[in-house]
C-alpha cells in the first residue's frame, strides 16, 4: 500500500483524480487538505467533504487550509469549473464536518508521525505545501515523495506563460521548488495528453452511479467530447504517477518560478541543462496515454462496482 495525503482544490479535475485514488486498492488515502483555488475555500472543502461520502472514502480527514495566496491578489478558475467548482456535478450534502484544526498543521503533524511513509499529491495551488515548508523544514525528509500537477516547460493556460495552479500562488510554488526536494512535476505538457474522448466517455456512462452522476458531467463539462479529442482531466495524471511512474518519462531539471514578471509571472522556468545532482525536479515530459486511461478506467470500473 502507497500511502498519500492529497493537497486539492475540487474542482472538477480533482473529483475525477480523488475519485482514481478510491478506486486503488494500491493507495491508502491518509488525509486530504483544501486550499482556495479553482474556487473559494468554502467551496473547495464542501466539495472535499462531498466527495469523501460519494466515493465512499470513510473517515478519511478532511482538513481546510489556506484561503488564498501568500502575497497576492485571489485568482481563480471559476469560468471554467463553475460556480460550485463542480459544474454540472450535484452530489448528496455532506452530513460530515471537516476536521479541526489547518490543513498546513495536518501536513506537518501526519508527515512527521510516519516519516518516510507518505507521498504528497498536491494539485492544486501550492499554499498549504509551501507554509508546511515554512513551518517545519523537516518535512522535505518526512516525505517520501512530493508529487503535482502544475506547471509546463512549453506553454501556460490561465495565460501564455502560466499553468493556473502555479499563477495562482507563484511565491508558494517557489518555496516549494526550492525547500530541497526533488519535486516530481506533471505539468500541461503531459496532462494536456489525457484527454476524454467518445470513447473513454462511453466507458464512464457505463459505471452506475459514479458515471452517471459524477464521471460523466464533470468530463462533459469541460469541453466538447469527440472521437478524436476532448477536455484533458490534468489532475487524474499526478495520482497515476504515484501508481505507476513507469506511465511517464521524466527528465531531471532545474525549475525556478518567475514571480516578478510582468507577462510571465507564475511561468515554471525549466532548464534540462543540468546534471541529475543538481536537479529539483522531475519534470514529466511525455506521457503513455493508452496506458492512462487503462489505469484510469480500470479503478473507475473497480470502484463502481463498490458504489453500485
Given at each position: 500500500m502507497?500511502k498519500v ?6 474542482g472538477i479535475d480533482d473529483?475525477?483524480?480523488?475519485a482514481?485514488?478510491?478506486g486503488?486498492?494500491?493507495?491508502d488515502?491518509?488525509?486530504i487538505t483544501?486550499?482556495?483555488?479553482n ?5 473547495t472543502?464542501a466539495?472535499a467533504?462531498?466527495l469523501?461520502e460519494?466515493?465512499?472514502l ?12 501568500l ?7 471559476s469560468r471554467v469549473?463553475g460556480t460550485?467548482g ?17 490543513a498546513v498543521?495536518?501536513?506537518?503533524d501526519?508527515?512527521?508521525?510516519a ?5 504528497l499529491?498536491?494539485?492544486g495551488p501550492?499554499t498549504?505545501?509551501?507554509?508546511a515548508?515554512r513551518r ?5 525528509e518526512w ?9 509546463s ?5 490561465h495565460n501564455?506563460a ?6 495562482a500562488?507563484?511565491?508558494a510554488a517557489?518555496?516549494?521548488f ?5 519535486v516530481k ?5 503531459v496532462?494536456l495528453?489525457?484527454v476524454?474522448?467518445s470513447?473513454v466517455?462511453d466507458?464512464?456512462?457505463l459505471?452506475?452511479?459514479?458515471g ?8 462533459q ?7 478524436d479529442g476532448?477536455?484533458a482531466?490534468?489532475d487524474a495524471?499526478?495520482?497515476a504517477y504515484?501508481?505507476?511512474p513507469?506511465?511517464?518519462t521524466c527528465?531531471?531539471a532545474v525549475?525556478?518560478?518567475?514571480t516578478a514578471?510582468?507577462?510571465?509571472r507564475?511561468?515554471?522556468v525549466t ?5 541529475a545532482?543538481d536537479?529539483?525536479a522531475?519534470?514529466?515530459t ?5 496506458g492512462?486511461?487503462?489505469l484510469?478506467l ?8 463498490r458504489?453500485?
Amino acid at each position: 500500500m502507497k500511502k498519500v495525503l492529497i493537497d486539492c482544490d475540487p474542482g472538477i479535475d480533482d473529483a475525477l483524480a480523488l475519485a482514481l485514488a478510491a478506486g486503488s486498492p494500491s493507495l491508502d488515502v491518509v488525509g486530504i487538505t483544501t486550499v482556495g483555488g479553482n474556487v473559494d475555500l468554502p467551496l473547495t472543502t464542501a466539495n472535499a467533504l462531498a466527495l469523501r461520502e460519494f466515493l465512499e472514502l470513510g473517515n478519511v480527514p478532511v482538513t481546510p487550509g489556506s484561503a488564498g495566496a501568500l502575497l497576492r491578489e485571489t485568482v481563480r478558475a471559476s469560468r471554467v469549473h463553475g460556480t460550485t467548482g463542480l459544474g454540472d456535478v450535484v452530489l448528496p450534502a455532506p452530513a460530515l464536518d471537516p476536521s479541526d484544526g489547518h490543513a498546513v498543521d495536518f501536513i506537518v503533524d501526519t508527515l512527521k508521525a510516519a516519516p518516510g511513509e507518505i507521498t504528497l499529491v498536491a494539485v492544486g495551488p501550492l499554499t498549504n505545501i509551501a507554509l508546511a515548508v515554512r513551518r517545519e523544514p523537516r518535512v522535505v525528509e518526512w516525505a517520501r515523495d512530493l508529487v503535482i500537477m502544475g506547471g509546463s516547460f512549453t506553454r501556460g493556460n490561465h495565460n501564455p506563460a502560466a499553468e493556473f495552479n502555479i499563477l495562482a500562488d507563484p511565491e508558494a510554488a517557489a518555496i516549494v521548488f526550492g525547500a530541497g526536494w526533488t519535486v516530481k512535476m506533471l505539468g500541461l505538457d503531459v496532462t494536456l495528453t489525457a484527454v476524454v474522448t467518445s470513447d473513454v466517455l462511453d466507458r464512464m456512462r457505463l459505471l452506475g452511479r459514479l458515471g452517471e452522476q459524477l464521471l460523466a458531467p464533470a468530463a462533459q463539462f469541460y469541453g466538447v467530447v469527440t472521437a478524436d479529442g476532448g477536455p484533458a482531466i490534468h489532475d487524474a495524471c499526478a495520482v497515476a504517477y504515484v501508481l505507476d511512474p513507469s506511465l511517464f518519462t521524466c527528465v531531471p531539471a532545474v525549475v525556478n518560478v518567475e514571480t516578478a514578471g510582468l507577462y510571465t509571472r507564475g511561468m515554471t522556468v525549466t532548464d534540462f541543462k543540468v546534471s541529475a545532482q543538481d536537479a529539483n525536479a522531475l519534470v514529466a515530459t511525455s506521457m503513455d496515454v493508452k496506458g492512462f486511461w487503462e489505469l484510469v478506467l480500470g479503478a473507475y470500473e473497480g470502484l463502481a462496482g463498490r458504489l453500485g
